[in-house]
């Protein structure tokens, strides 16, 4: 079991400094709260653990092993590997997948997929999920302003 970060005991105003992870629309967003020093060695670890270490072996055998809310390790993209929970799985040996440490939902392939070793617990899942206060929806405009927020939190 992977406990889930709390934001407890800020005050309304307060400052908190963050990191954007994923922008899903203007009522969704991913954070993590700083520093992310942990999360990132925590990263690297897990990385070297499944593409050079014992966690290469960690293959799943079947698509059984893999059910809903079971936690696991994916690869991101060209970014290594990162600690999963599976949504669901898909046709043609897909796995849908929410990447625990960032809050982005994507599919990784079921032959890529490696059960996640215990000793990736030790921290909670860094990916908080939030909404933004007082923005408005501006009818058709939906698309063009989630693109400027990921700008805005991407500088």
């Given at each position: 079991?992977?406990?889930q970060r709390q934001v407890?005991?800020?005050r309304s105003g307060a400052h908190l400094p963050v990191q954007v992870t994923e922008v899903v629309s203007l009522d969704t967003v991913w954070f993590c709260l700083m520093p992310v020093?942990?999360?990132d060695e925590m990263m690297e670890q897990l990385d070297h653990f499944y593409k050079k270490?014992?966690?290469k072996r960690g293959v799943v055998p079947a698509a059984e092993y893999c059910w809903s809310g079971?936690?696991?390790a994916a690869?991101?993209?060209a970014e290594g590997y990162h600690r999963v929970m599976v949504k669901k799985v898909l046709e043609g040996n897909m796995v849908s997948v929410l990447y625990l440490d960032f809050g982005?939902?994507?599919k990784a392939r079921l032959k890529d997929i490696?059960?996640?070793n215990k000793k990736f617990l030790k921290i909670p899942a860094q990916a908080i999920e939030g909404r933004l206060w007082g923005v408005k929806d501006v009818k058709d405009m939906q698309t063009m302003a989630k693109r400027r927020l990921v700008e805005v939190v991407s500088e």
């Open positions: 079991s992977l406990e407890v005991g800020v020093e942990e999360r270490g014992e966690g079971r936690l696991m690869p991101y993209k982005t939902v994507d490696r059960l996640l």
